[in-house]
């Protein structure tokens, strides 16, 4: 038995380990049989390292080595031995091997194979797919983005909230939503956490954030859509208007950016150099995109929601201004949810999209803190205001001016590691057609 399956990983092993006995552990990725000697590469989470086993020193651990399967997991005590051939500088002389799981054969899909795997093959296979470098690295840097989005919240003094994921009615009235049968009753996923955030501006906490698991029944399959996916909602209270939300959110981004390009060894990996962005994010307002989408050949009529091709074409504009993110703000009111704030004339909305690289990125809004026009306006979007009495209730007793803003966080992430299907994102995409695993 090994004491202990690993004293140190792949990368921790440096000249001071040189010569003594290290315990390393992870899976078998290849094995090289010279008949006298036979190479090991062994893989944890931090990279590979060789393990180097002659058959004359060691005949019966050589047998166990060459007759492992490929993804094998084992543990492997040994002395370390410097070797400038080897890539790392250094190879393990075995003493004694555990093996702590045997794979099946043939793997369904290969680790280290350059050759294209098809997409369906990797999701079908996540759990390998995952071992991947490149794959690893995305979600090495998505736990950075997060981690960073929390911290710069938590320090501008929002905190952090956690709202019920099954609701009685849809947030927005929309038709998206997935039905779930709770007791004698029909409910639903949530959508988004829009009316319990502002419920919470009623409570005096008066800025939250939340990040969690959205579910949309959307049936269109796009490489930008999921059915299940994760945001970051603030909401804050006593803001004069939009223009408030929007800095939170431009600076939220610009430190969860900066956090990324720090990731240095997985943005190698993936063949990326992040470029440097600054705030302020250029503003640009919805009768100007209109107006440079028409320059370009665009036919958008005014009160018309921009389709991805218009996003392209702005996105384009704006790169050629070296402009990674842009708003579009003062939207047509007609184009945004019932709880949107108006412009004083209400043709307009106090509302904001975050465009990043040709793609929605985020939304937001100063919304009603006006009960009176809050209803007006539920009627005006052909909802029924019955059906939203308990969110409307929390208007009546002291409600302050508010906004807030819902961030994709797969839709980030996919716009800045340039990956072309936002299901390379998330770990378990779960698609029109993909339930499983
Ligand atoms: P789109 O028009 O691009 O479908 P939306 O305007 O319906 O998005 P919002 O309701 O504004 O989306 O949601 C806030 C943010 O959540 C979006 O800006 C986007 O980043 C993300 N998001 C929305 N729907 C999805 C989805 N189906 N899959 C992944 N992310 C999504
Ligand atoms: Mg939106």
Redesign the pocket.
């Known amino acids: 038995m090994i004491e202990k399956y690993r004293t140190h990983y792949s990368k921790d092993i440096g000249e001071k380990e040189y010569n003594n006995m290290v315990s390393v552990a992870g899976w078998v990725e290849d094995i090289r049989n010279l008949g006298s000697i036979a190479f090991v590469i062994l893989r944890d989470r931090m990279g590979t390292l060789q393990v180097t086993c002659l058959k004359k020193d060691k005949k019966e651990l050589f047998e166990k080595l060459v007759s492992l399967p490929r993804e094998s997991v084992i543990s492997v005590r040994g002395v370390c031995k410097r070797n400038k051939k080897v890539r790392n500088g250094y190879e393990i002389l075995p003493e004694k091997v555990e093996v702590l799981s045997v794979s099946d054969k043939p793997l369904p899909m290969g680790v280290v194979d350059k050759t294209g795997i098809e997409f369906e093959t990797r999701f079908d296979n996540r759990f390998i797919d995952l071992r991947r470098k490149e794959v690893q690295a995305v979600f090495k840097i998505r736990d950075k983005v997060i981690d960073a989005a929390r911290n710069f919240l938590r320090k501008n003094g929002f905190i952090e909230v956690h709202t019920p994921k099954i609701i009685a009615s849809a947030s ?1 009235g929309g038709t998206d939503l997935f039905k779930v049968e709770y007791f004698e009753r029909i409910a639903f996923l949530a959508q ?1 956490p829009q009316l319990y955030k502002q419920m919470l501006m009623a409570t005096g906490l008066d800025r939250v954030f939340e990040i969690a698991w959205y579910f ?1 029944a ?1 049936k269109h399959n796009t490489t ?4 299940e ?1 994760t ?1 970051v909602d603030i909401e804050m209270a006593f803001i004069k208007d939009e223009k408030d939300v929007m800095r939170v959110l431009e600076n939220m981004v610009f430190e969860i950016w900066n956090a990324a390009r720090t990731c240095e060894e997985e943005l190698n990996v993936l063949d990326i150099e992040l470029e440097k962005i600054r705030v302020p994010f250029r503003r640009i307002t919805y009768d100007d995109a209109i107006e440079m989408l028409n320059e370009q050949g665009h036919r958008i009529k005014w009160g018309e929601d921009f389709g991805s091709k218009e996003e392209g074409t702005l996105g384009r504009i704006m790169e050629e201004e070296k402009k990674v993110f842009y708003f579009v703000t003062n939207y047509p009111l007609e184009t945004k949810p019932f709880y949107t704030m108006p412009q004083e004339d209400m043709r307009y909305s106090r509302s904001f ?1 975050l465009g990043c690289k040709g793609l ?4 937001g809004s100063q919304r009603i803190h006006d009960k009176k026009l809050l209803i007006e306006r539920v009627e005006k979007c052909g909802l029924n205001p019955r059906d939203f009495e308990s969110y409307l209730k929390a208007f009546r007793y002291g409600m302050p001016p508010h906004g807030g803003f ?3 966080i ?2 980030f992430l996919m716009q800045l590691l340039r990956l072309n299907n ?1 299901r390379e994102c998330i770990l378990f995409p779960r698609d029109r057609n993909r339930l499983t695993p």
Request: glycine content about 10%.
């Open positions: 927005e988004s949309r959307e930008r859509h999921l059915n996916s945001a999209d929605e990125i985020a939304s819902g961030f994709g797969e839709r936002i």
